[in-house]
């Protein structure tokens, strides 16, 4: 019976419980091995797990570059993508979620008008100020789960984090 525990013991990976030990590898023969190849799996599924984020830095890596004003209008795409995605995925009978999308819409049609009627410099303020408002409403919907998949709730933060940080360094720029 001790030689089965022992043999059982030994084929289950040992986890660090502190920070410190994280970046060690346990001890003892042929773990070194194994704490690799589960080091090496973490990382490649934490990747994977992450790819809506890796998705939308590509697809604004040009801003990064170039950044650029968006007009106030932009600001009205973001919750009309709520609002059909939740009407495709069913989400209106959840009580709550078409309130708060309405809500939603509501605001950011009136920063996107005070934006238009402001202009000029201050009107893209309020702009780069919509975008970063924006991430921070992708940010609940990703933690919620609910309206839209988390896929495209993470992705969508990163994109509106993206676009508010660089229409403030075209701002600042310029």
């Known amino acids: 019976m001790a030689?089965?525990?022992?043999?059982v013991a030994s084929t289950i990976p040992v986890f660090p419980t502190t920070?410190?030990?994280a970046s060690e590898p346990p001890t003892g023969a042929g773990r070194t091995a194994r704490w690799r190849s589960l080091t090496r799996h973490r990382l490649t599924r934490a990747l994977a797990h992450r790819w809506p984020?890796?998705?939308?830095?590509?697809v604004t890596?040009?801003?990064?570059?170039?950044?650029?004003?968006?007009g106030a209008y932009t600001l009205l795409v973001l919750p009309v993508g709520y609002l059909v995605i939740g009407t495709?995925?069913?989400?209106w009978g959840v009580p709550g979620n078409l309130r708060l999308q309405l809500a939603g819409l509501a605001g950011w049609s009136?920063?996107?008008?005070?934006?238009?009627?402001?202009?000029?410099?201050?009107?893209?303020?309020?702009?780069?100020?919509?975008?970063?408002?924006h991430a921070?409403?992708?940010?609940?919907?990703?933690?919620?789960?609910q309206v839209v998949p988390r896929a495209y709730a993470e992705c969508c933060v990163v994109i509106d984090a993206v676009l508010g940080i660089t229409?403030?360094?075209?701002?600042?720029a310029g």
């Open 61 to 70: 890596a040009d801003n990064w570059a170039s950044p650029t004003l968006l």
């Open 19 to 21: 920070d410190t030990a």
């Open 88 to 91: 495709l995925r069913r989400q």
């Open 136 to 145: 921070g409403w992708d940010l609940l919907h990703l933690r919620s789960r």
């Open 110 to 133: 009136a920063l996107a008008l005070l934006a238009m009627l402001a202009g000029g410099t201050t009107g893209a303020w309020l702009v780069a100020f919509g975008w970063l408002a």
């Open 53 to 58: 984020a890796g998705l939308a830095l590509l």
């Open 3 to 7: 030689e089965l525990r022992t043999a």
């Open 167 to 172: 229409i403030m360094l075209a701002l600042l």
